[in-house]
């Protein structure tokens, strides 16, 4: 799991990367850019309602890894599309920066910066260009300011399904046999960000990453988590850490 993570990072950043250099644009600000603002009225959207401003990327996804941007870029790292008047666009990695222009067709908006081009979908203040530079990542935009710039909301429905406080309803170890345990000794929360944590046994475990890549599964070595779905939507857990070893039955609450 942790290896389709980095690969997302690399096929994010080489994606960028292609992206600024089809119009080998340099960091700084626009040209003409200080008149614009000074200007007294401005439009605040363009002839199809789409607000100009920056959307910023908020979440990427492939192959059902999901990432906030920051985790992928760095603190302080953005990637973003900034939407202008006269479908002006403009394109920004970091200190990086690509000019370009847009265009609109039903709710389809297609970014063109030097010779790559873009296509996304808008929706409510957001952006969503899947496939992006035919690399198979989709990456989500929203509008600066907006709750579409809040990663998250775009957890997949599959992992939204699990996102809660799940509590064990029973415990064995790994023979099936009762334990000295109580019966709620696991308490796990998932969150919308894609952490997890908890408490063993009154104890503070997490937070871990987690994911749904080949169903539920917790990122974590120490303890370690294996985790299956049964048929009434109920979950059995495998808890092991040193020599301890135990089988959890886990309702939501």
């Not at 008149?35 to 959207?45: G, H, L, V």
């Not at 809040?150 to 599959?158: F, K, L, R, V």
């Not at 169903?215 to 370690?224: A, H, K, N, Q, R």
């Amino acid at each position: 799991m942790k290896r389709m993570r980095n690969i997302l990072v690399m096929i994010l950043a080489l994606s960028m990367m292609v992206m600024l250099a089809a119009c080998g644009s340099s960091g700084g600000s626009s040209s003409g850019g200080a008149d614009q603002e000074a200007t007294a009225e401005k439009a605040t959207a363009d002839e199809n309602g789409i607000p100009y401003g920056v959307y910023v990327g908020v979440a990427a996804e492939m192959m059902g890894v999901q990432m906030g941007m920051d985790e992928i870029l760095g603190e302080g790292e953005s990637f973003s599309i900034e939407l202008k008047e006269n479908n002006k666009v403009e394109v920004i990695a970091g200190t990086d920066k690509g000019s370009g222009k847009y265009s609109v067709e039903g709710d389809q908006i297609t970014i063109s910066v030097g010779s790559e081009e873009m296509t996304g979908t808008y929706s409510e203040n957001a952006i969503t260009v899947e496939d992006m530079m035919g690399m198979g990542v989709t990456i989500h935009f929203g509008l600066e300011g907006t709750d579409a710039a809040d990663p998250a909301n775009y957890i997949s429905d599959e992992a939204a399904a699990y996102v809660g406080t799940w509590v064990s309803t029973s415990v064995t170890d790994i023979l099936d046999e009762p334990v000295d345990l109580p019966d709620d000794a696991l308490q796990l929360t998932f969150e919308k960000d894609m952490t997890v944590s908890g408490t063993f046994n009154g104890e503070a475990i997490g937070p871990f990453d987690w994911d749904t890549i080949l169903g539920l599964d917790i990122v974590s070595e120490d303890p370690s988590f294996l985790i299956s779905e049964n048929d009434d939507g109920t979950l059995s857990v495998s808890y092991s850490s040193g020599d301890d070893y135990f089988v959890f039955e886990m309702s939501k609450q």
